[in-house]
């Protein structure tokens, strides 16, 4: 066997080694060492282009690509989603201005951010282990469940507060804040030109400006949430800039998959809340996912 | 077993193996396409790479932290099989899809139930364009996790980032095709973002007229759909791949825990 074969640490390996793992314990392997690409890059490569091919072509024999009725202007299905991977978008406009969670952040922030992060950390001393570090990967697993919990707090606290939630229970952009707001102007004790504002409907007007309830209080809340993250990084596990880099993806990455799950699972006729197995109507989640 | 053996000018017999590779690999016509031999040895194993045009974009030479599967899971692999796999599917589907309002449903159905093996090439289309987008956004995870995006890949992490998007837009113009409900409404859903282009009196309109072609999505939305999705965008992402492959091989290979660390 030669040295090369030995030192191939690739899927391979059970094939190459065979026989040879005693004289392999000997050898000290270096994660530099190198090898020829052909055969030990370019064959295991192959095999994945064939297993590819192989489990496409099993999904695609065991289940059909779903075609519904023709396409009718007239009849708009409630719920209408967009395609699974943009019902975070979806999610996200529930919760603040449109502009701002359709247009803004996922055309502008979020690949400008992406890019931006290996120019801000620069550290390159724990490049090629998984999760940096012990302190990584804690970091990472407290991100997860801190961000599905404010995610969770987030979605129910719009859901619960609505401005009139007998005629008006479906969730829409800042609604929240001003269910919460006008509470608050109703409440006893604020001044006089607080609660004697002009009204409309009955509800003070600047609860109806859009530019406190759609853009500064739930954009704050979800930068106050950031923000607490990254204190607690900085002082929980004493983080850098790595270290609070790592957290600030982990959220991004999660809040991905958690807005994509709630809209497509969670959200039935008129973007209600509800267990994906009991919408009402009868509606199925399931068929509008794929 | 040779009738009229005694009658050849040669004396005929059954072939072996290596004979037969012999035959057909030393001669002008195999030596034009292939200029090495057999790749056993560590020069013609050099020489397939370094021949192939291909195979060109990868280093003869590789470490052997990047062959390990735990690694990368062969994600961006992965992803760019995908990309043949819908590539080539595609091209078969748009030999029976015409995007014409009044023709692209029935263009479907004919598809699923009359051309032989349609069925199956628009099932591998439509799953492979769903695993792609996971595939992707994996791909990004596990980049990220082991930091290939730190320096000096902070470019082809950029240019990643772009491929994310392209990945996106793809699967979004393809979804409008079939021309059933589920694609027109989440079409309209998607494309109705472009109101809130801000300053959004301004902009909000012309954005839906440049996304659907007319106020709703309609026949013009299908044209403009269907010529990013079979045109402007696959190219977009070939050239993003191209770019994406070479510098992987520039930047020194995959990344690696070849530093020194913090703790250990
Ligand atoms: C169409 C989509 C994409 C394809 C086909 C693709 C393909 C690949 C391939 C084949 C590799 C080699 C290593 C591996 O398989 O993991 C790679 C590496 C890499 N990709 Fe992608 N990629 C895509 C999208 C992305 C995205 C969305 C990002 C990040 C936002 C990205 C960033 C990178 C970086 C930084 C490397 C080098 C990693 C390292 O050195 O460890 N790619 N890509």
């Known amino acids: 066997m030669s040295t090369e074969a030995q030192q191939y ?242 959220g991004f990455a999660v809040t991905w998959l958690f807005t994509t799950t709630v809209g497509a699972l969670f959200r039935g006729p008129s973007q209600l809340l509800g267990w994906p197995w009991a919408h009402p109507n009868g509606y199925n989640p399931l068929d509008d996912l794929l | 077993m040779f009738p009229f053996a005694d009658r050849l000018p040669f004396k005929p017999h059954r072939p072996t193996v290596p004979e037969v590779i012999e035959f057909l690999t030393k001669n002008r016509v195999w030596r034009s396409f292939f200029r090495h031999g057999y790749p056993d040895t560590k020069r013609n194993q050099a020489l397939l790479m370094q021949t192939n045009v291909f195979l060109h974009l990868f280093p003869v030479k590789v470490r052997v932290h990047s062959l390990k599967a735990t690694y990368t899971w062969g994600l961006g692999l992965i992803s760019f099989y995908l990309f043949l796999i819908l590539t080539i599917t595609g091209v078969l589907l748009m030999f029976y899809y015409v995007p014409a309002e009044d023709r692209a449903y029935q263009n479907m159905l004919t598809i699923m139930t009359s051309v032989n093996y349609g069925a199956l090439m628009r099932n591998m289309h439509r799953w492979a364009a769903h695993a792609m987008v996971l595939g992707v956004f994996l791909h990004m995870c596990r980049v990220f996790y082991t930091g290939g995006h730190k320096e000096p890949r902070e470019f082809n992490w950029a240019i990643g980032v772009l491929l994310l998007f392209a990945t996106f837009f793809l699967s979004f113009t393809g979804y409008l095709l079939p021309w059933d409900q589920l694609s027109y409404w989440a079409v309209t859903v998607g494309s109705s973002l472009g109101q809130y282009v801000p300053p959004e009196e301004i902009m909000g309109k012309f954005s839906i007229l440049i996304l659907r072609g007319t106020p709703e999505v309609s026949q013009s939305t299908l044209v403009r759909f269907y010529t990013f999705h079979i045109v402007a965008l696959p190219l977009a992402a070939a050239v993003l791949l191209t770019i994406h492959f070479w510098r992987i091989r520039k930047d020194g290979g995959l990344s690696g825990p070849y530093g020194k660390r913090e703790e250990e």
């Open chain 1, 9 to 250: 640490e690739g899927p391979l390996r059970p094939l190459l080694i065979a026989g040879h793992e005693r004289t392999l314990e000997r050898v000290n392997l270096r994660p530099d060492d190198q090898v020829m690409a052909f055969p030990y890059m370019i064959v295991p490569a192959l095999a994945v282009a064939l297993g590819t091919i192989a489990v496409m072509t099993f999904c695609s024999v065991v289940a059909n690509a779903p075609l519904k009725e023709i396409a009718n202007p007239d009849h708009t299905p409630n719920p209408s989603k967009a395609p699974w991977y943009f019902m975070n978008l979806q999610e996200l406009l529930l919760h603040m201005n449109p502009s701002l969670s359709g247009v803004i952040i996922p055309t502008n922030l979020v690949p400008l951010l992406l890019m931006a992060i290996p120019y801000i950390d620069r550290k390159v001393d724990n490049v090629g282990h998984w999760f940096m570090s012990r302190k990584g990967q804690e970091i990472t697993l407290f991100t997860t469940i801190y961000t599905v919990v404010v995610g969770i707090a987030l979605a129910l606290f719009d859901s619960y507060f609505t401005l009139d939630p007998l005629r008006d229970p479906v969730p829409r952009s800042g609604g929240a804040f001003k269910a919460v707001l006008t509470y608050l102007v109703k409440f006893e004790g604020w001044p006089d030109w607080l609660t004697s504002s002009p009204t409309v409907g009955g509800f003070p007007i600047f609860i109806y400006n859009d530019w406190l309830t759609g853009w500064v209080l739930p954009f704050g809340l979800v930068m106050t949430a950031i923000i607490a993250l990254v204190l607690i990084v900085k002082f929980r596990w004493k983080g850098g800039i790595e270290e609070v880099m790592l957290a600030l993806f982990t």
